[in-house]
């Protein structure tokens, strides 16, 4: 069974800027989760969406969004790019009831 | 105060060494969960439990409820063990957020 995977695996971007990063779950698994992870601020949850519905979000402002598509491939979307919103982001999936399974992650860069 | 507190931040060993490495909860949680995480970002979930003990070759995870704490144990430590190790909860059943400890620097020397 293929495992999640996420392009672009980096990305650089001008403030200002907008991005769309891309994740493609486990056959089968119906819950997507992203995350972002910073120096300073460690993991932190962005949003999971379930059967393309989002299910939950975190703290995080409005320019950050996302989707989920019927075959549960799942996009998210940062707009109005800030040089904070450099991260490593992390997507993973689930079957709903059981661990998480991670990506290996799409470096942004915002310059 | 976080939600989720690990300790030590970091831990240096040598090969061999019997590795502990603690976990603390505030909240309720419907599971605990131990990550890996190797340089380059990578994200490996070693455990998801949310009572007892499991294990999975030399890595032994236990939960305490009651006490809101968890331990990660790894046997006959080995340098290829070096990681960042993160414990993470979620709240609910049926929910997927994943809150995170700030995760255990661990380096086995050789």
Known sequence: KAGVTQTPRYLIKTRGQQVTLSCSPISGHRSVSWYQQTPGQGLQFLFEYFSETQRN????????SGRQF???RSEMNVSTLEL???????????????????????????? | ??????????????EGEFITINCSYSVGI????????????GIVSLFMLSSGKKK????????NIQEKHSSLHITASHPR???????AVTSNFGN???????????TIIP
């Open chain 1, 57 to 64: 979000k975190g703290n995080f402002p409005g320019r950050f």
């Open chain 1, 70 to 72: 019927s075959n549960s």
């Open chain 2, 30 to 41: 419907s599971a605990l969960h131990w990550l890996q995480q190797h340089p380059g970002g």
């Open chain 2, 81 to 87: 063990d070096s990681a960042v190790y993160i414990c």
């Open chain 1, 84 to 111: 904070g919103d450099s991260a490593l982001y992390l997507c993973a999936s689930s079957s709903g009831e059981d661990e998480q399974y991670f990506g290996p992650g799409t470096r942004l860069t915002v310059t």
């Open chain 2, 1 to 14: 105060k976080n939600e989720v507190e690990q300790s030590p931040q970091n831990l240096t060993a040598q």
């Open chain 2, 96 to 106: 997927e957020k994943l809150t995170f400890g700030t995760g255990t620097r661990l």
């Open chain 2, 56 to 63: 999975h070759g030399r890595l032994i995870a236990t939960i």
